[in-house]
C-alpha cells in the first residue's frame, strides 16, 4: 500500500469517527490534531502537498485566455504607408481607420452603425445640454413692440391699442 493512499484511508477513517462519535468523543478525537477539522479544513494528511497541484492536467502555466491574446494581437505595431511616408500604428489603429473609411467613402451603413455603437460606449455621442431661453419680460415686450413700429410705420399710440385688444382677446391683427 502506497504512503498517500494509507494517508487517504486515515483521513476517511477519522471523518467517519468524527461523524458517528458524541460531542465528548469528538473533542477527544480532536484533542490529538494539529488544527481543527471540518467544512472547508480537512485533516492535513490528505491536503495538497506545497507545489502539488488537485488538477495535474489543467491548464498549464503560461498559457494565455482569449482577452490576453486578443488585446495583445490588436495592440501590436504594424508598418502602413500612406501619403508616401511609413509610420508605425497599431492594428486597433488601422481597424478603426479602415471602418471610418468605409463608413465615409463607401457609404457602408453597417460600417456606420458599429462606429456609432464604438462612439456612444466611448462617449462620443451625449447629448448636447439644451440652453432654456430666459422668461420675457415688459422689457422685452416693449422692444419687440418698437421693432414693430420701425417696420410697419405705425405710431406707438396704434401699438398700444393693438396690445390692449390682444389682451381682451380680440382678433385683430395687423397687417
Same mark, same amino acid.
Given at each position: 500500500?502506497?504512503?498517500?493512499?494509507?494517508?487517504?484511508?486515515?483521513?476517511?477513517?477519522?471523518?467517519?469517527?468524527?461523524?458517528?462519535? @458524541?460531542?465528548?468523543?469528538? #473533542?477527544?478525537?480532536?484533542?490529538?490534531?494539529?488544527?481543527?477539522?471540518?467544512?472547508?479544513?480537512?485533516?492535513?494528511?490528505?491536503?495538497?502537498?506545497?507545489?502539488?497541484?488537485?488538477?495535474?492536467?489543467?491548464?498549464?502555466?503560461?498559457?494565455?485566455?482569449?482577452?490576453?491574446?486578443?488585446?495583445?494581437?490588436?495592440? #501590436?505595431?504594424? +508598418?502602413?504607408?500612406?501619403?508616401?511616408?511609413?509610420?508605425?500604428? @497599431?492594428?486597433? &489603429?488601422?481597424?478603426?481607420?479602415? &471602418?471610418?473609411?468605409? $463608413?465615409? =467613402?463607401?457609404? !457602408?451603413?453597417? /460600417?456606420? #452603425?458599429?462606429? =456609432?455603437?464604438? /462612439?456612444?460606449? @466611448?462617449?462620443?455621442?451625449? /447629448? +448636447?445640454?439644451? +440652453?432654456? $431661453?430666459?422668461?420675457?419680460? !415688459?422689457?422685452?415686450? =416693449? $422692444?419687440?413692440?418698437?421693432?414693430?413700429?420701425?417696420?410697419?410705420?405705425? @405710431?406707438?399710440?396704434?401699438?398700444?391699442?393693438?396690445?390692449?385688444?390682444?389682451?381682451?382677446?380680440?382678433?385683430?391683427?395687423?397687417?
Amino acid at each position: 500500500m502506497s504512503k498517500n493512499n494509507k494517508k487517504t484511508r486515515e483521513a476517511l477513517d477519522l471523518k467517519r469517527r468524527l461523524q458517528e462519535a @458524541t460531542p465528548d468523543e469528538r #473533542a477527544i478525537l480532536l484533542e490529538g490534531l494539529s488544527y481543527e477539522v471540518g467544512f472547508g479544513k480537512p485533516p492535513r494528511s490528505s491536503q495538497f502537498q506545497p507545489g502539488q497541484s488537485g488538477n495535474p492536467r489543467g491548464r498549464p502555466q503560461g498559457s494565455k485566455n482569449l482577452v490576453t491574446i486578443l488585446k495583445e494581437e490588436l495592440e #501590436a505595431p504594424i +508598418v502602413i504607408s500612406g501619403n508616401g511616408k511609413r509610420r508605425k500604428a @497599431t492594428k486597433w &489603429q488601422v481597424a478603426i481607420r479602415q &471602418q471610418v473609411h468605409k $463608413a465615409a =467613402a463607401d457609404k !457602408d451603413t453597417k /460600417a456606420f #452603425a458599429v462606429l =456609432a455603437d464604438l /462612439a456612444r460606449r @466611448t462617449g462620443q455621442l451625449e /447629448a +448636447v445640454p439644451t +440652453v432654456q $431661453a430666459p422668461p420675457i419680460d !415688459d422689457r422685452d415686450l =416693449a $422692444a419687440v413692440a418698437e421693432l414693430v413700429r420701425l417696420y410697419d410705420g405705425s @405710431t406707438p399710440e396704434e401699438e398700444d391699442s393693438l396690445v390692449k385688444n390682444d389682451d381682451r382677446g380680440d382678433q385683430e391683427t395687423c397687417s
